[in-house]
């Protein structure tokens, strides 16, 4: 139990998980290079942005307990602030991401303000609700193009800009460090005084409120910076396809996508994001290619099935497999987790 | 625009209202008994749509007839969710609440992707039903007896779900929801309650389902449109709330069509959408829901 590690264990633990990070880190960026494949190094981009965009949702739903079914709200802000920046006033993306994730900032605290006074269950519903609203406002105005959706116009190979005429292999390194900071800025907030306020605020809101930890500022903390992140990452995925429209933007199958690497890998987790998004989106991205062609439905009920068992047999994700404990939990003794694995055990007997 | 013409459309909006309310119900009933949201429960609607019009091409039977035939299907696939998915979320230590919410998010794409392969994505719609393509005139007032028929059905099976919370299995219904556990020390089966509890949330929806296919499009995405309207009603209403359920169903209803009439079609459900965030910010637990 993470309580009653020793201070110093703690700071040797950190220290432990920046040396794997930054093993990993050089690791993924020499990935693509013997890889010659466009198709495989596609998959790895995407694994990257929806790591680093998991990371962003980790931060509200894994780490403070929110459960949020709307993210794609500030992936979408993200995306069209960057867009609509590049594309009217000719601003590159290198600087209109930043304006994406602060909109995107404000936005989630402008979501959590009336929805904050929710907690559980009708949280996660109000989320879901305000995406759809948000959905539908976009699709029927005008000035960001309606149901058309924005494209990208090529201009110029350029870093600046994020533009080039082979987008895989730049947009790697892009991704990979935008999935960096991601982890990094996980990595900080879960040793700060906010990381510790938002666990107690997940395990007990009554004992943290007892403690004089102030509950609804410390959720909006969390929601910002959390929004912030899957807002530049939206703007990140708009230039990498050059394309986005309200559905691909705004949607219930991304808010989804958003929250799933983090609830499968192992929510509250550093590792767990990368993991999760390591093992859905190819999962994910194959079966919609090999199946999902001929639209029968099939690669729907894959997917579908994927989350239901994971959610089942691994509800404390697939971090556990390496034997990385929940951070988020701070009452989750080992005599606990051992009653835990026993649970677990019984559900795959009964599978 | 004249009265007659506000007047329609505010009768076929209350109607459609009764419709999302019973919707609704079912959803709150699960909600208020186990605290579980179910995220698949437009998909059990859908469900509910197609095997109405498979029933009527395959055998020519008219909704109507189908109705206790669909309700009790669906009874019987409530309760195979509650047994195969949902017992063994609640049993899960470990985030309970992420896994229930993502059991049945899994389940709700897993029938989607079920449907498309079943029955192809194409919009499907019966039109040969008895109720097909009659009206109903009441002075300058025209309104689709399809919808009629939905609107009064989906009332009676309101009253129906009333008087069943009125029985003893309606009092072991609410003695289970304020102590799942210390019903067991009374001889209530909770695990019957809740698969019972599931049961029946689903027949309601099987209900709704046979009386929209009367008049509404079917397609393997069309629950998530009700389903999001029943968040929203159950939300307005209070969870756990039958009489919430019914009046907030109503409110929605009129306010969809109202929104469609005087604003624009395309952002009918915006209205919708405002409402519940004006009535989250004055009381976030709904209009009759329980602290």
């Known amino acids: 139990m993470s309580a009653a590690e020793k201070p110093n264990a703690i700071i040797r633990r950190r220290r432990r998980e920046l040396v794997v990070g930054a093993v990993l880190l050089l690791a993924l960026a020499l990935l693509p290079l013997p890889i010659d494949n466009v198709y495989l190094r596609g998959l790895m981009v995407l694994m990257l942005l929806y790591a680093g965009l998991s990371q962003g949702w980790n931060i509200l739903g894994g780490y403070c307990g929110q459960i949020s079914l709307g993210h794609a709200v500030y992936f979408g802000i993200g995306a069209y602030t960057s867009a609509m920046l590049f594309t009217t006033l000719g601003i590159p993306s290198t600087l209109g991401m930043f304006a994406g994730g602060a909109l995107a900032a404000l936005a989630a605290l402008l979501v959590g303000w009336p929805c904050f006074r929710l907690s559980g269950h009708y949280y996660a519903i109000a989320t879901l609700v305000v995406s759809m609203m948000v959905l539908l406002l976009m699709t029927n105005w005008d000035f960001v193009n309606a149901a058309m959706g924005i494209t990208i116009p090529f201009r110029a190979e350029s870093w600046i800009q994020l533009q080039f005429r082979v987008a895989v292999l730049p947009f790697h390194y892009v991704m990979l460090a935008y999935a960096a900071v991601a982890w990094l800025i996980a990595w900080v907030v879960e040793g700060s005084r906010w990381g510790f306020i938002w666990r107690a605020v997940k395990d007990d809101v009554t004992a943290a409120q007892s403690l004089a930890v102030r509950v609804f500022p410390s959720k909006m903390a969390a929601a910002a910076i959390s929004g912030g992140i899957t807002g530049v990452g939206g703007a990140l995925y708009t230039q990498y396809v050059g394309f986005i429209d309200s559905e691909s933007g705004f949607g219930l199958p991304l808010s989804v996508l958003i929250a799933l690497p983090a609830v499968v890998g192992g929510v509250g987790t550093l590792w767990g994001p990368f993991l999760g998004a390591a093992v859905l989106i190819p999962v994910q991205q194959l079966t919609v290619a090999w199946l999902g062609s001929a639209g029968n439905g099939i690669d729907l009920m894959i997917y579908g099935a994927l989350i239901m068992s994971l959610a089942l047999l691994r509800p404390q994700g697939l971090v556990s497999l390496f034997g990385v404990r929940s951070q988020a939990g701070g009452d989750v003794t080992v005599g606990e987790e051992v009653v835990g694995e026993t649970a677990e055990a019984e559900v795959v007997d009964n599978a | ?291």
């Not at chain 2, 206790?68 to 049993?91: E, H, N, Q």
Request: hydrophobic share 60%; proline share 2%; glycine share 12%.
């Open chain 2, 1 to 291: 625009m004249s009265a007659a013409i506000i007047a329609q459309v505010a009768i076929g909006g209350l109607l459609m209202g009764l419709v999302y309310a019973l919707v609704a119900a079912g959803l709150s009933l699960i909600f208020g008994l186990m605290d579980v949201v179910n995220f698949a429960h437009g998909e059990l609607l859908m469900l509910a749509m197609y095997a109405t019009l498979t029933l009527h091409q395959a055998i020519g039977l008219d909704p109507l007839v189908q109705l206790p035939l669909v309700a009790m299907l669906l009874f019987g696939v409530g309760v195979a969710i509650y047994r195969g998915l949902i017992a063994r979320a609640l049993g899960i230590r470990f985030n309970t609440g992420m896994a229930q919410v993502f059991v049945t998010f899994g389940l709700s794409i897993f029938l989607v992707g079920t449907a498309q392969l079943v029955f192809g994505s194409d919009f499907r719609a019966i039109t040969d039903g008895v109720l097909s393509n009659q009206t109903l005139a009441l002075g300058k007032i025209v309104l689709p007896l399809s919808q009629v028929a939905a609107g009064l059905v989906c009332l009676l099976a309101f009253a129906a779900l009333v008087l069943i919370s009125r029985t003893e299995f309606g009092r072991a219904l609410e003695a289970t929801r304020e102590d799942r556990d210390a019903v067991a020390l009374i001889g209530i089966d909770r695990d019957k309650v809740f698969s019972i509890g599931w049961g029946i949330g689903a027949a309601t929806v099987g209900i709704a389902g046979v009386m929209l296919a009367n008049f509404y499009y079917i397609s393997p995405t069309v629950g998530a449109n009700f389903a999001l309207i029943a968040y929203v009603t159950v939300a307005l209403g209070g969870f756990g709330s039958l009489l919430g359920a019914l009046i907030a169903g109503v409110l929605v209803g009129l306010v969809e069509a109202m929104t469609a009439l005087f604003i624009d079609p395309s952002l009918k459900q915006v209205g919708i959408f405002a409402i519940y965030v004006m009535v989250l910010m004055v009381r976030p637990r709904g209009l009759f829901g329980r602290l």
